[in-house]
């Protein structure tokens, strides 16, 4: 049967693997093609790189990173950060990423999922969801909120309906984010997790406040996540890709090992 | 002696001509939309992504047809994913008429069917690593282990009406048809060009592979 996947997310910027942006500032953790070479030996299912800085000069360093990565690392990248157009997925693609995740320009502009999916396939679309709890909505019936601008901006879109209508235009699966947990290390925000994960029925990654390979267990045991995404339990070599696998093994969940 | 990559303009072809050139030992690699070139090329890769009526008519639009029919049925030839589905008279996708090289529809994964032992939904696109159970020994599996796991991602799978064209199923939840293999024919839904170890020895398989010599594995 099909494995639950694993994604270690490597944020990059001007070329470097950077440590997540709201977990005590920046710090170097390496050049991602030996990072993607390590996680790749480590059994990674898949490999997801965000731009978090998304400048129009860190462009030509993204695509040559991207097209080293491909060259030598022979499972599917997700690339995303900056993507706005048509022109850019294609670039992306081009360059050697198999998918490319789509944030702000979605909700700025909702049409573009539809225009990217129809002209490359929904498989390499991935909308990327960051979700904010709404502080007032009761905790039997919680809500979340959609935001931009790497989650500075509110939008007033409730997240799940805003997921079922980028299923409707075509994306392929969805990068959901939770902004409360991101960072923290507390693990996911489970309902959130559970909640997109029952109504939609494209694929979902996890992702947001991963600290232990239990958190990674629990985001498919209790979320129901088609994939979990982590970064900084796997930079420094805290934990490796194997070790969340064999948890999860040992949890009863179909893995790649 | 080249390798051409079938480019009819749909998906990104880069990694699949990648993949081949990471294994092909100096073998060139060409990504072509020229019926000329894929009519001179000694082995042949089809792939796909995307919507299948798109991809027919983008096919045709280039004039393709005729030479990639010919190649699926005089030299190595090798389909992945839409490249598989394409092979076939009829793909419920948009009702779209295949080439028919090979006698057989492509259904979609039916709603009602996709649920797994313990009741929970699953997910269509079929997206991530699953089991592939070989049906029949072929010089394209020598040196893979029965039951690997290959890279999915797909809503529609082949049904060939020949159970001879078998060469492998996968469960999802039930079994389905995942690679078919006839003479000098094989196609793949999954995507060897990013299934990692098991992808890459299967293409350096197909590089290497002699149709004329019998599909008997080599001891």
Redo the contacts between chains.
Sequence with gaps: ?????VIPCLDVTGGRVVKGVNFVGLRDAGDPVEVARRY?QQGA?ELAFLDITASSDGRATLLSMVEAV??QV???LTVGGGVRSVADVRVL??????KASINTAAVQNPAFVAEAAGR?????IVVAIDARRVPDSPPQAPRWEVYTHGGRKATGLDALEWGERMQASGA??ILLTSMDRDGTREGFDLELVRAFS?R????VIASGGVGSVQHMVDGVTEG?A??VLAASIFHYGEHTVGDVKRALAAAGVEV?L | MTIAVVDYG???L??VA??LE?VAGGVPVVVTDSPEQVEAAERVVFPG???MPDCMRELDARGLREAVVRAASRRPFLGICIGLQMLFERSEEGNTPGLAVLPGEVIRFPEPAMR?ASG????????????VHQAVAHPLWQGIADGS?F????SYFPQPADPALVAAFA???FAFCCAVARENLFAVQFHP????DA??RLLANFVAWDPAAGSQPAA
């Design positions: 049967m099909l494995a639950r996947r790749d299912d491909a060259a022979f499972i599917p693609l081009n360059a050697g990423a198999d490359f396939g929904s498989q390499c392929g699966e029952d939609l029925s494209i694929p129901h088609d994939a790649r | 749909m998906g990104n880069r990694s990648r993949a990471h992504q995307g919507a797994d929970q939904r699953l997910k269509v696109p079929h997206m991530g690593w699953n089991e796991r890279y999915f991602v797909h469960h999802y939840p060009e990013k299934s990692h992808g890459l």
